[in-house]
């Protein structure tokens, strides 16, 4: 066996050598073929997803494709804490703060949410390389150890094996930052049994690796002590460059490897989650989670979690995944992007950055500050794209190769 590891920009930009790669990429040969494994290096910062990271990982999973020696990819984070804690807050605040200081507030509608070059970039780099990953042509493994949220959600939900460890916590806690679950996450969400999925959208509440596994967002778990042996074993693997042979074989690898995963809060609460939930209109989901009377420890944080939240990042999330349930995972990555685009130009996402990352004090300012001021007409401004006779940006992709419900 060899390996050699590449520049993240395996195209040969000159970056400087005293600067770690914001991704490392590295191929290791077996008797069976390569593997390619793709590292998010940015530890300090949990590996959030920033637009250079995105890029250069979205361009090497392009590569890898193309590449008939290259039998499957291995996604990772490094360091111990995380393998990817969501986006980059920093660098959307800034593009938003520009944006909105040339912006205008039009009445009760909102102006056109172009303009803000960063988020547009962003946005539709993050939404093509989850898109590619829920349709890559070959088997690709996601080892979400620790941190997983937001849009470190949205690169492992869609790999074709998404392994989870004692240490995984999986959240999508954008409503705490005046955002919604995106990266496909109303997609995503839509389908978690028993309409669990509203509930961790709007109150962020976390989950481990068995309750990750029975909301359909990962496969395995696998102890951490382990990733050592499973990646050998996919190095020494018997492939045969057939998709479908090759994912079976990892399957059945990563199967002989995998232990139980313990029962989290989500499974021992599944009655209380599914009844909060059965409501048939958001008010009423919101009466019941506001009246959790159950000292758990789970359930509080996720009643005080809500109740310090968007508003508007809470009929958001709930407008969105009642229409991706009908939708195609292509035309609900089509519909985030203008709703996220509208969220940085005109709704409380640069507020919520503010309190918590920028000024710190925790204390946003909503606005529309109550639910009863966030009417299902209030959001239908966050659903509209700007000229509906121009091409989308996500226009090219397609439905043909959409991946599993």
Same mark, same amino acid.
């Given at each position: ?251 059945? !690898?990563? /199967?002989?490897? =995998?232990?139980? &995963? ?7 609460? *599944? +009655?209380?989650?599914?009844? #909060? ?93 109550? !639910?009863? /001021?966030?009417? =299902?007409?209030? &959001? ?7 000229? *509906? +006779?121009?091409?989308?940006? #996500? ?11």
């Amino acid at each position: 066996m060899n390996a050699h590891l590449k520049d993240a920009d395996a195209q040969g930009s000159a970056q400087d050598s005293a600067q770690p790669a914001p991704v490392l990429f590295e191929e290791r040969q077996g008797a069976h073929g390569r593997i390619g494994i793709a590292t998010l290096n940015a530890p300090a910062t949990l590996n959030g997803l920033s637009l250079e990271m995105a890029r250069l990982l979205d361009a090497q999973l392009q590569r890898w494709a193309q590449d008939p020696a290259l039998a499957m990819v291995w996604l990772q984070g490094a360091g111990e804490k995380a393998f990817c804690a969501g986006g980059d807050l920093h660098g959307l605040y800034r593009g938003m703060r520009e944006q909105r200081a040339r912006g205008r507030w039009d009445g009760d509608d909102f102006a056109d949410p172009r303009g803000n070059v960063h988020a547009e970039a962003f946005f539709e780099t993050e939404y093509r390389l989850d898109y590619r990953i829920h349709t890559y042509p070959k088997p690709l493994l996601c080892w979400g150890h620790g941190i997983v949220m937001g849009g470190g959600i949205g690169l492992m939900a869609g790999a074709s094996h998404r392994v989870v460890s004692e240490r995984s916590k999986l959240a999508f806690p954008e409503i705490t930052v005046g955002l919604y679950p995106d990266v496909g996450g109303s997609w995503l969400l839509a389908r978690v049994p028993e309409r669990a999925g509203l509930f961790l959208a709007l109150t962020g509440a976390p989950l481990n690796a068995g309750d990750a596994i029975r909301a359909r967002l990962a496969d395995h778990h696998l102890p951490e002590a382990r990733r050592a042996d499973a990646l050998q074993a996919a190095t020494d693997a018997p492939w045969s460059f057939d998709a479908a042979r090759d994912r079976a074989t990892l399957t059945v !690898l990563l /199967q002989g490897l =995998a232990e139980p &995963a313990p029962a989290g809060p989500l499974q021992q609460h *599944a +009655a209380t989650v599914a009844d #909060l939930c059965a409501a048939d209109s958001l008010e009423a989901t919101v009466a019941r989670i506001e009246a959790i009377e159950s000292d758990d420890p789970w359930l509080q944080t996720a009643r005080k979690t809500f109740a310090a939240g968007a508003p508007g990042s809470a009929r958001l999330g709930y407008e969105l995944q009642r229409r991706a349930a009908a939708l195609s995972l292509a035309d609900t990555f089509r519909l985030e992007y203008w709703t996220s685009l509208h969220c940085a130009a005109h709704g409380d996402f640069a507020e919520g950055i503010r309190a918590l990352l920028i000024d710190k004090d925790r204390n946003p300012r909503w606005n529309p500050a109550t !639910l009863a /001021q966030a009417t =299902a007409s209030w &959001a239908e401004s966050f659903f509209r794209a700007p000229d *509906a +006779a121009q091409p989308h940006p #996500l226009a090219d992709l397609g439905a043909a190769t959409e991946p599993r419900a």
